[in-house]
């Protein structure tokens, strides 16, 4: 999901969801995926590797450590 900082540019160039950064929209990206593999029965095992292995996911994953 990784995207180069040039990519993100002409990706979200002209368009609102610049509003919430490259590391926002990856986070949106990743709640998105987990919600519909949530509602799988039987969730592709190579798609929730990749979300654990984002690190955006990982720190909604980890416990508070407050």
Do not use: H, K, Y
Request: charged residues 25%; proline residues 6%; aromatic residues 6%.
């Amino acid at each position: 999901m990784a995207l180069s900082e040039e990519a993100w540019e002409a990706f979200s160039r002209g368009s609102a969801i610049r509003r919430a950064g490259q590391a926002g929209f990856a986070r949106n990206v990743c709640v998105a995926i987990g919600n519909w593999l949530a509602g799988e029965e039987d969730p592709d095992p190579t798609a929730v590797e990749l979300l654990v292995r984002d690190p955006a996911v990982r720190l909604e994953l980890e416990p508070s450590r407050g």
